[in-house]
């Protein structure tokens, strides 16, 4: 059992201004294309119009989780709104948010679909259907705008949508002992009862936590009250939505890969909010196990489409990977969760190999294109995921505009939009530096007021300068986060070398600070060869290119076809360099390889090796971030490569 359980305080993010560098960048370019082109969809497809509840039959349907996207799509507007003012995007905002208060019923109940389409399905399918979890995006949203703008009227919605979900569901007579198969609404309503100061929130999100995975298990016996069998549940097991067994005895991460992320960001809530030891432990064995044996190297999640989720440990297939971009997504949610219960640099490790790579290559660098799965290979006619989630362009799998389940594309908006949160974290006498990009921020400790600027070109370099300015000096313990890929730094405060041995992965600095301290930290970041675990069959004698947090893959654009027979020999050297004129400027790897079986093949699909005379043909390869790849012609990628 672990004895205490420690809370740090994320930053405000009116608080962080981002206005360069490479999260800036892509923060202008969410703001410029991508929310933009999420609203246009959700227009052309129906999905805003569909809160004015006039649906008819013979009419294309609604889907049941309409609501869940446009929660998103607020989301992220609202926190563009707090960094970047936009009359239009409020007003679009503002548009939608009257079309939901005049579709909420007068009981408080909040759906399209079951209000418009199926009413006497309310509340009828917790496990399959997803009220719940669309309750929990809108009450994001509505607590994120409120935040942005001041203004109520949403968030008057969804706190009379909760009072009605906090009647109907919960353990006294005459309520459902019920809970959703899509967990969201548990980390939704920390939020609103953050926002609000209700604390029957609370209980309520604590409440669904407890209950998941209790005997008799609800999801059978509202399956008996439809009339079904739940023994042909078609999922076939609880396992799909983490509710085989009650959270507080699992402790390996299992099913659907979004989900799990969802619940267990709940748990680390509701662990934080109430002290709870027992659920920080499963929290904890969950997360080994996630980290140690089911994430790919990019920080993707669930090899597998039949269930968008985990399999078992070591299976992580490269051409077949699924990792969904929410998966990654959910990722740093619990990830930063996490770290506040426990202020450990493996946590941020964790959010930064997401972020960088599994999160960012799920849209297009121009900003409106998305992956809704995320593979670590690809070749020409092979379509792994045979759904409307993945188009095929000249036989090659490419990202679309939209998706009839359209999850990833908001979700992705609302993350890239609320990155800085992510930057900084505070206790009363500690402020931690967990992410490195140009930002200012101004934070609270104590009495005082502390402005931090950062400058650096991160993650293609690995200098970052501080400035510190204060009112009156002040006594506090500047965190600053050594990442886990990083074996060598070099520390200055003014301008004279500090030695400081890091402690969980941060290098402390303890002092009274004045206005105009300066410091600078070098990370060393030399390009890596990464191996996976032998017991990883996908990639046994394989290598992946990793510089500072971004994992790279090769591209038929660069590197022509047949990238399997691409060998890299092991002394091979390794070149870093900055390509100004690719993506915006990124640094790209280059070095020589050989390409084998290429010219001179004598014919016939098979040959013994001993009749072979085929030289080997050196090449100069080129290997580029992978968070931007298929975003040129289309070609084969890889990320694991082959090593001689």
């Given at each position: 059992?672990?004895?205490?359980?420690?809370?740090?305080?994320?930053?405000?993010?009116?608080?962080?201004?981002?206005?360069?560098?490479?999260?800036?960048?892509?923060q202008?370019?969410?703001?410029?294309?991508?929310?933009?082109?999420?609203?246009?969809?959700?227009?052309i497809?129906?999905?805003?119009?569909?809160w004015?509840?006039?649906w008819?039959e013979?009419?294309?349907?609604p889907?049941?989780?309409w609501?869940?996207?446009?929660?998103?799509?607020?989301?992220?507007v609202s926190?563009?709104?707090?960094?970047?003012p936009?009359?239009?995007?409020?007003?679009q905002?503002?548009?939608?948010?009257?079309?939901?208060?005049?579709?909420?019923?007068p009981?408080?109940?909040?759906?399209?679909?079951f209000t418009a389409?199926?009413?006497?399905?309310?509340?009828?399918?917790?496990?399959?259907?997803?009220?719940?979890?669309?309750a929990g995006h809108?009450?994001?949203?509505?607590?994120?705008?409120?935040?942005?703008?001041g203004?109520r009227?949403?968030?008057?919605?969804?706190?009379?949508?909760?009072?009605h979900i906090?009647?109907?569901f919960g353990?006294?007579?005459?309520?459902?002992r019920?809970?959703?198969?899509?967990?969201?609404?548990?980390l939704?309503?920390?939020?609103?009862?953050?926002?609000?100061?209700?604390?029957?929130?609370?209980?309520?999100?604590?409440?669904?936590i407890?209950?998941?995975?209790?005997?008799?298990?609800?999801f059978?016996?509202e399956a008996?009250?439809?009339?079904?069998?739940?023994r042909?549940?078609?999922?076939?097991?609880?396992?799909?939505?983490?509710?085989h067994?009650?959270?507080?005895?699992?402790?390996t991460?299992?099913?659907h890969?979004?989900?799990?992320?969802?619940?267990y960001?709940?748990?680390?809530?509701?662990a934080?909010?109430?002290?709870?030891?027992?659920?920080?432990?499963?929290?904890?064995?969950?997360?080994?196990?996630?980290?140690?044996?089911?994430?790919?190297v990019?920080?993707?999640?669930g090899p597998?489409?039949?269930?968008e989720?985990?399999?078992?440990?070591y299976?992580l297939?490269?051409?077949?990977?699924?990792?969904e971009?929410c998966?990654s997504?959910?990722l740093?949610?619990?990830a930063?969760?996490?770290?506040?219960?426990?202020?450990?640099?493996?946590?941020?490790?964790v959010?930064?190999r997401?972020?960088y790579?599994?999160?960012?290559?799920?849209?297009?660098f121009?900003?409106?294109?998305?992956f809704?799965?995320n593979?670590?290979?690809?070749?020409?006619?092979?379509?792994?995921?045979?759904?409307s989630?993945?188009?095929l362009t000249?036989?090659?799998?490419?990202r679309?505009?939209?998706?009839?389940?359209a999850?990833?594309?908001?979700n992705?908006?609302r993350?890239?939009?609320?990155?800085?949160?992510y930057?900084?974290?505070?206790?009363?006498?500690?402020?931690?530096?967990?992410?490195?990009?140009q930002?200012?921020?101004r934070?609270?400790l104590?009495?005082?007021?502390?402005?931090?600027?950062?400058?650096?070109?991160?993650?293609?370099?690995?200098?970052?300068?501080?400035?510190?300015?204060?009112?009156?000096?002040?006594?506090?313990?500047?965190?600053l986060?050594?990442?886990?890929?990083?074996?060598d730094?070099?520390?200055?405060v003014?301008?004279?070398a500090?030695?400081?041995n890091?402690s969980?992965g941060?290098?402390?600095?303890?002092?009274e600070?004045?206005?105009?301290?300066?410091?600078?930290l070098?990370?060393?970041?030399?390009v890596?060869?990464i191996?996976?675990?032998?017991h990883?069959r996908?990639?046994?004698?394989?290598?992946a290119?990793?510089q500072?947090?971004?994992?790279?893959?090769?591209?038929?654009?660069?590197?022509?076809?047949h990238?399997?027979?691409?060998v890299?020999?092991?002394d091979?050297?390794?070149?870093?360099?900055?390509?100004?004129?690719?993506?915006?400027?990124?640094?790209?790897?280059?070095?020589d390889?050989?390409?084998?079986?290429?010219?001179?093949?004598?014919?016939?699909?098979y040959?013994p090796q001993?009749?072979?005379?085929?030289?080997p043909?050196?090449?100069t390869?080129?290997?580029i971030?992978y968070?931007f790849?298929?975003?040129?012609?289309?070609g084969?990628?890889?990320?694991?490569?082959?090593?001689?």
């Open positions: 059992m672990i004895e205490s359980i420690q809370q740090l305080e994320e930053t405000p993010l009116k608080q962080i201004q981002i206005e360069s560098g490479f999260w800036g960048t892509r202008a370019t969410n703001d410029a294309r991508t929310i933009p082109s999420i609203y246009h969809q959700m227009k497809t129906g999905r805003l119009d569909a004015r509840l006039d008819k013979g009419q294309p349907k889907h049941i989780f609501d869940s996207d446009a929660g998103k799509w607020i989301e992220a926190y563009s709104l707090m960094a970047h936009n009359p239009e995007f409020e007003q905002v503002d548009e939608t948010v009257a079309l939901i208060e005049k579709a909420q019923q009981d408080g109940y909040l759906n399209i679909f389409v199926e009413p006497q399905n309310r509340w009828r399918n917790l496990r399959d259907w997803h009220e719940l979890y669309d809108l009450m994001e949203g509505a607590v994120a705008y409120y935040q942005a703008t203004k009227q949403l968030l008057d919605v969804l706190t009379r949508y909760a009072d906090d009647k109907m353990p006294n007579e005459g309520q459902k019920g809970y959703c198969g899509h967990p969201e609404v548990e939704a309503l920390v939020k609103l009862y953050k926002a609000t100061g209700e604390r029957r929130y609370l209980n309520l999100a604590k409440y669904f407890d209950e998941r995975g209790q005997q008799p298990h609800y059978d016996i008996r009250e439809r009339g079904e069998d739940p042909k549940f078609w999922a076939k097991t609880y396992r799909y939505c983490q509710a067994v009650p959270v507080r005895e699992q402790t991460a299992v099913g890969a979004v989900r799990a992320c969802y619940l960001s709940g748990m680390a809530d509701i934080a909010q109430t002290h709870d030891t027992a659920l920080w432990a499963a929290c904890r064995s969950i997360w080994e196990d996630l980290t140690q044996h089911q994430m790919y990019t920080g993707g999640l597998a489409h039949s269930n989720g985990f399999t078992f440990a299976d297939p490269n051409e077949e990977a699924y990792a971009t998966a997504i959910a740093v949610f619990w930063q969760r996490m770290f506040h219960l426990q202020p450990e640099g493996r946590y941020m490790d959010m930064e997401a972020l790579n599994g999160v960012l290559s799920g849209v297009s121009e900003g409106s294109h998305f809704y799965a593979p670590l290979a690809a070749y020409p006619n092979i379509n792994p995921y045979p759904t989630a993945s188009v000249d036989g090659y799998y490419r679309s505009e939209w998706f009839d389940c999850c990833c594309p908001p992705l908006a993350l890239v939009a609320s990155v800085g949160r930057f900084y974290s505070t206790t009363a006498d500690t402020i931690y530096v967990n992410l490195y990009n930002n200012r921020t934070l609270a104590g009495d005082s007021a502390v402005q931090i600027e950062q400058q650096t070109n991160y993650p293609w370099a690995g200098d970052v300068h501080l400035a510190v300015r204060v009112e009156r000096p002040v006594q506090f313990r500047l965190a986060r050594i990442p886990g890929w990083c074996r730094f070099r520390l200055e003014n301008g004279s500090l030695s400081v890091p969980n941060y290098a402390v600095i303890s002092r600070w004045a206005n105009g301290d300066a410091v600078d070098h990370l060393s970041m030399p890596e060869r191996v996976a675990h032998p990883v996908q990639d046994a004698g394989c290598i290119l990793q500072g947090p971004v994992v790279y893959c090769l591209e038929e654009a660069d590197n022509g076809p990238l399997a027979n691409l890299l020999p092991r091979s050297r390794l070149r870093s360099e900055f390509a100004a004129d690719l993506f915006g400027g990124v640094n790209v790897i280059t070095g390889a050989i390409r084998t079986a290429g010219q001179g093949w004598p014919g016939g699909l040959q001993s009749a072979l005379q085929l030289a043909a050196p090449i390869f080129k290997a971030p968070c790849w298929a975003n040129r012609q289309p084969e990628m890889r990320v694991w490569v082959r090593e001689s």
